[in-house]
């Protein structure tokens, strides 16, 4: 009787019940709100067509089929893709606190324990509390004084490459920058002096390492499926999910947070802060504006905490590794299979230092004006963030368009910065397109590597400063050249950030 009534009773009651709560009722939203969006399945929503196409032919086909603003379901939450750039300014910048946050990363949170979430992934509130005190630390003045730190690796980056030019052989590029971009992200952020590029190593660059292994799409995707049905459920799966996917990364957390404190510890004691001039150091000095300096002045903190020092350092290097080593790869690539703009650059190179024979590294990076134009064309045609990620946090109407609260925006940046609405041979690598005439009555939106509105890159200036000062270096004396084992076009997997798939084979010649 028992055997009768679960079969026939229960179960269906249950499969129906499941699919009244995680098929019928999700997947209604847009429709009810005049949103267009792709066909759906039950569970994944459109994530199995979005991982069967790659998530950017997706969102360009998609843009193509449904317009500049349509819906995805990503299991049952509702991501609106935003590819209409007078919308955007809306969200950037005239509704803005409408979308200031990120939605929680799913991977980030398995591994965090109980670190503040740094900027990148700071509620609203808070972060508004957070931010004025953090600014300072990267004023041009303060980004400066770091610059012998970035010179340091900048000299060792080109004995790597007078060793790969020797070796007549091609190398790969994007391993050499990810370790030059190691010891800038370990200087900066906790001071550290070991030579990554020289071979060196330490327990503070396994760590590191470990903690920045590049996660797929795929990964991120069922993650947030995973986080979209079982909210209610979600830490006991994240504890799970810690103890079965994380563990690298939890160590590389729980060890750099325990070295962060360390330090903080020794510089209290031994009152060193004269020496160091790191984001740890920075941020262990950082003090809310005085009354009256603008958006801080009703500041309810003065000073951050160990912790929040600690997990400001961490997401500066999660948020500054792979960003930075992608777009110095991608840019050499481009200047390799584009010989007569290197040459341009390599003549300018020359010419300034011409006129000014002992000019540092910093000024003549921060002063060749082709450089500008370079990495803003290589940001553009492969930016390492191809997706922005907000979260609608209240129900508004932008631009005639219903937005509901605790859903997503996305922002297809590689489908804007290859636009042709907005870009003349998007294809091509034309640094010129930022010359002050190049860059005339385009629409500022089209072009978005490092975000916009207030909680766009805070580490901007840091990134074109190390990027343009370690070209400058290599470029005095050697070029990028192709060999048999260059891949053209590259590969490209996405993850938190677009990456080389085979990564850059390039030869080093010299000049
Ligand atoms: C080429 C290198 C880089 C690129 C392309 C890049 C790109 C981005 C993008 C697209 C965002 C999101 C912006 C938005 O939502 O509007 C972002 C946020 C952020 N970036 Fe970068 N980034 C780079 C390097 C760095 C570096 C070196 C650091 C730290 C030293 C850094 C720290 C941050 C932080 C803390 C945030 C969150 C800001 C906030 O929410 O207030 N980034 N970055």
Known sequence: MLTVLILFLIIP???FLL?????????????????????????????NGILRQGIIESLNNDIKKYGKVFGWYIG?????????TNMLREIFIKSSDHFNQRPDSPIISIARDDLPP??????????????????????????KLMSPLIERSCSSLKERFAEICESKKSSDLFDVFGQFTMETVLGAAFGSQVNVLKGEGDSLTEAAAGMLAEATINQLLWGYIIMSHFSSIVNILLTIGSSLYSTKLKRGFAFLAKFGFRLIKERRQTASSLQNKDFLQLLMDARSPPEGGG???????????????VGLCIDFMLAGYETTKNTMSYISYLLAINDEKQETLCTA??????????????????DIQYLDWVVSEGLRMYPPVSRIVRDCCDDCVINGVQFIKESKVQVPVQYLHYSPEHWDRPDEFIPERFSPEGKEGRHPLCYVPFGYGQRSCIGMRFALMEIKMALTAVLRDFKFEISSDTQIPLKLTQGITQYPTDGVYLKIIKR
């Open 76 to 84: 049952t939450d509702k991501w609106m893709i935003v590819a209409d």
């Open 295 to 309: 958006a801080a002045s009703n500041n309810v903190k003065d000073s951050l905490s160990d912790k929040e020092i």
């Open 13 to 15: 009651i249950l499969i």
């Open 19 to 47: 699919w009244y709560r995680h098929y019928y009722i999700p997947y209604k939203v847009f429709s009810r709100l005049g949103i267009a969006h792709p066909p759906v399945e039950p569970f994944t929503g459109n994530v």
């Open 118 to 143: 740094g900027l990148i992934f700071l509620k609203k509130d808070e972060w508004k509390v957070i931010k004025p005190i953090v600014t300072p630390s990267f004023s041009a003045k303060k980004l």
């Open 349 to 366: 190179i020359d010419e300034y230092y011409q006129e000014n024979e002992y000019a540092s590294l910093y000024d003549a990076s921060h």
